[in-house]
């Protein structure tokens, strides 16, 4: 069973960064690409960014040119570099494979507040 372990969320201050991390027990991220997603109370969860191969990337126009995602095939983890906060980034960050979802697992809040 897939499983995804989300961490490295936490409180900053807007204009800080958070580092996000994500690991899977398996290879899947090398079959269905990696993504990562984030949700609000009341709304649905939506799409930040993913990636299906190293020269693949796409990022919501929310967090364009401040959020980065990568991947680490060897170490089956995905990572979100996220600059700039502000306090719509506010959410819970899960990830999951970019092209087939997997349940999701607990995911990490971030927090962005002065």
């Known amino acids: 069973q897939v499983q995804f372990v989300e961490s490295g969320g936490g409180l900053v201050q807007p204009g800080g960064s958070l580092r996000l991390s994500c690991t899977n027990s398996?290879?899947?991220?090398?079959?269905?690409?990696a993504g990562w997603y984030r949700q609000t109370p009341g709304k649905q969860r939506a799409l930040v960014a993913r990636i299906i191969n190293s020269a693949s990337t796409s990022y919501a126009d929310s967090v364009k040119g401040r959020f980065t995602i990568s991947r680490d095939n060897a170490k089956n983890t995905v990572y979100l570099q996220m600059n700039s906060l502000n306090a719509e980034d506010t959410a819970v960050y899960y990830c999951?494979?970019?092209?087939?979802?997997?349940?999701w697992g607990q995911g990490t809040q971030v927090t962005v507040s002065s």
């Open positions: 398996g290879n899947i991220f090398s079959i269905y690409g």
């Open positions: 999951n494979t970019a092209l087939r979802l997997q349940p």
